[in-house]
Nanobody, 126 residues
Framework: VQLQAFGGGLVQAGGSLRLSCAAS????????MGWFRQAPGKEREFVAAISWSGGSTYYADSVKGRLTISRDNAKNTVYLQMNSLKAEDTAVYYCAQRTISGSVVNAYQSGTYEYWGQGTQVTVSS
């Protein structure tokens, strides 16, 4: 399984970006997917997760109402729509795939993900 994240960039506070993560392999449609981020000098943190069907989602409190995770199983792609961006959203964003579960139960735990993308930089200027 390979994950390729893209769509990051530089945006002003209050602006929007859409991240995409394309996955290889035949198991994408049965596995939950997640987005994490890591800011300079900080630990990687959970952002959002989505179940295999897209029917369940789970968000970190800090992004609720501003970021939306979605997926297109026909395209093996998961998305992160980012609106009302803040300076504190600046980080490298990583997509990840779980193979132990298709649900979002405990999806905030990075150790439950088996595959990780290379990350895409998001910089929000204030």
């Amino acid at each position: 399984v390979q994950l390729q994240a893209f769509g990051g960039g530089l945006v002003q506070a209050g602006g929007s970006l859409r991240l995409s993560c394309a996955a290889s392999g035949r198991t994408f449609s049965i596995n939950a997917m997640g987005w994490f981020r890591q800011a300079p000098g900080k630990e990687r943190e959970f952002v959002a997760a989505i179940s295999w069907s897209g029917g369940s989602t789970y968000y970190a409190d800090s992004v609720k109402g501003r970021l939306t995770i979605s997926r297109d199983n026909a395209k093996n792609t998961v998305y992160l729509q980012m609106n009302s961006l803040k300076a504190e959203d600046t980080a490298v964003y990583y997509c990840a795939q779980r193979t132990i579960s298709g649900s979002v139960v405990n999806a905030y735990q990075s150790g439950t993900y088996e595959y990780w993308g290379q990350g895409t930089q998001v910089t929000v200027s204030s």
